[in-house]
T-cell receptor, first 113, second 109 residues
Framework: NAGVTQTPKFQVLKTGQSMTLQCAQD?????MSWYRQDPGMGLRLIHY???????DQGEVPNGYNVSRSTTEDFPLRLLSAAPSQTSVYFC????????????FGEGSWLTVV | GQQVMQIPQYQHVQEGEDFTTYCNSS?????IQWYKQRPGGHPVFLIQ?????EVKKQKRLTFQFGEAKKNSSLHITATQTTDVGTYFC?????????FGAGTRLTVKP
């Protein structure tokens, strides 16, 4: 059972480039989300989805797009990378949205130069 | 919007000492979750509290949810070196889940 799989694990981007962070889960979870983690800031919610075809903004959505065409996949797109987007990104999934256990992927370390 | 404050930011203890981290929300929460993140790792779910005044225990860890459902605490009795990491609370209010900034625990053998 793979759980939550994120790719790539490490990425360096130039300012202005675009890229997609991939996230897939094999637990048939309705809920998926993306967080960024910066030193001393904890985890901040970027976007989340409560089911295929449904997405919503979190705390820090600017500069990011998401889509949820299938239950399994929830990619995060950086439209035009900026140095302020240098961070560690975590994808997470959970069954339902009533507060059940959230499972995190191993993280994607992104550096924008 | 909802804010979740967590203190202290850092805690360094001698092995065998107790440790407590506190979490406070600006709004009433529907539930609160606690996570542990080892250095270089990803957050791992520890527990969820739902009821007002709820107390749950996991071996040396005791979790409490306040009567007003706006605060919570995690207490570790007799810390061990394996307890090292950052402990996060995450408060949920409807569809909004916010994490505290975390308390980083270091344990000196």
């Amino acid at each position: 059972n793979a759980g939550v799989t994120q790719t790539p694990k490490f990425q360096v981007l130039k300012t202005g480039q675009s890229m997609t962070l991939q996230c897939a889960q094999d637990m048939n979870h309705e809920y998926m989300s993306w967080y960024r983690q910066d030193p001393g800031m904890g985890l901040r919610l970027i976007h989340y989805s409560v089911g295929a075809g449904i997405t919503d903004q979190g705390e820090v959505p600017n500069g990011y797009n998401v889509s949820r065409s299938t239950t399994e996949d929830f990619p995060l797109r950086l439209l035009s990378a900026a140095p302020s987007q240098t961070s560690v990104y975590f994808c997470a999934s959970g069954s339902g949205f009533s507060g059940n256990t959230i499972y995190f992927g191993e993280g994607s370390w992104l550096t924008v130069v | 919007g909802q804010q979740v404050m967590q203190i202290p930011q850092y805690q360094h203890v001698q092995e065998g000492e107790d440790f407590t981290t506190y979490c406070n929300s600006s709004t009433t929460l529907s539930n609160i979750q606690w996570y542990k993140q080892r250095p270089g790792g990803h957050p791992v779910f520890l527990i969820q509290l739902v009821k007002s005044g709820e107390v749950k225990k996991q071996k040396r860890l005791t979790f409490q949810f306040g009567e007003a459902k706006k605060n919570s605490s995690l207490h570790i009795t007799a810390t061990q070196t394996t307890d090292v990491g950052t402990y996060f609370c995450a408060g949920r209010n409807n569809n909004d889940m916010r994490f505290g900034a975390g308390t980083r625990l270091t344990v000196k053998p």
